[in-house]
């Protein structure tokens, strides 16, 4: 795990971040740097860049977060880099030189975590979202034209204050949309501090139940159709863990999970997807792969 900052510039109605952990304070770039080439050179295959908001890395202190990944993959070694939770707004931003490092650099998963919260505009207003819908589903569109297969993670709270049947409904319309291949349901609770918690029109604790089922329900089949599109696939994948079950757990640059049979811990290998779950792929080492250094 690799820390960026803590913080962060929003002001969301539901959260308590900004009083618990302050405004943005970003660490400086040499130390991220430092931090994280001694954890590859103690032998880390993983590097997970992390903040309440890894998007508004550098907006305090004159750099970015794609100034701040080129910096990292100079580190010589065989490693991924996972990117942490972005905010759309401010994703939107640096979208387009991000990808572009993507495309450059195999080393950086093609995994994007970029929470909408709710698919109504309405209910993003009272949650200070500070970005609409459509402004959303454009940012998806983007990545989707040049990541097809890109690994897009993204956050819904049901029953906020105020939701509508409605405004539930636009929230299942943007899954569906969007077809996201992870989607972390929460149910809008009260958080001390919070300013939603003097909000009206709480949603009764059954309400919330059966739309975080509903969209528990819609998820589930939007993964195992994603998942089945990975059926055939072969390329490099890198092992790194074993089961509880005794196989071994590997990713391939998209950040899917592949279930394996053999193959050694840390090791780049070859697979070919020969059959899916809603959750993982599983697949069959065809060979070792060459590794992936800069």
């Avoid at 950086?108 to 309405?122: A, K």
């Avoid at 589930?220 to 196989?247: C, D, S, V």
């Avoid at 050694?264 to 590794?291: A, D, M, Y």
Wanted: glycine share 6%; proline share 4%; with cysteine.
């Amino acid at each position: 795990i690799v820390p960026i900052a803590q913080g962060c510039l929003g002001s969301c109605t539901y959260c308590t971040v900004k009083y618990a952990r302050g405004w943005l304070q970003s660490y400086p770039m040499q130390d991220v740097f430092e931090y994280s080439k001694k954890a590859v050179e103690k032998g880390a295959r993983e590097l997970y860049v992390t903040a309440q908001d890894t998007a508004t890395y550098g907006k305090d202190n004159g750099v970015d977060l794609v100034e701040l990944l080129s910096k990292m993959l100079e580190i010589e070694g065989d490693f991924q880099i996972r990117i942490g939770m972005m905010n759309p707004k401010y994703a939107a931003e640096i979208i387009d030189p991000l990808l572009d490092l993507m495309e450059k650099d195999e080393r950086i998963y093609r995994f994007l975590h970029l929470p909408v919260q709710s698919g109504s505009d309405r209910i993003l207003d009272l949650m200070k979202r500070d970005y609409d819908i459509e402004s959303f589903n454009n940012l998806i569109k983007k990545i989707r034209l040049r990541f097809p297969k890109m690994t897009l993670s993204t956050d819904v709270i049901v029953g906020f204050p105020g939701e509508t049947n409605y405004d539930f409904e636009l929230t299942v319309n943007c899954l569906e949309k969007n077809c996201f291949d992870i989607v972390n349901v929460s149910k809008y609770g009260d958080r001390p501090f919070a300013a939603s918690v003097n909000f009206d029109n709480k949603i009764p604790p059954d309400i919330k139940k059966k739309r975080s089922k509903f969209i528990a329900e819609k998820v589930h089949a939007i993964q195992n159709i994603r998942n089945k599109e990975w059926i055939g696939w072969k390329g490099n994948a890198i092992i790194l863990k074993e089961t509880p079950k005794g196989n071994m757990f590997a990713r391939n640059i998209f950040y899917r999970p592949i279930i394996l049979l053999g193959g050694n811990l840390g090791e780049r290998v070859c697979v070919n997807v020969i059959s899916n779950s809603k959750s993982s792929l599983k697949g069959k080492i065809e060979r070792s792969s060459p590794q992936i250094e800069n």
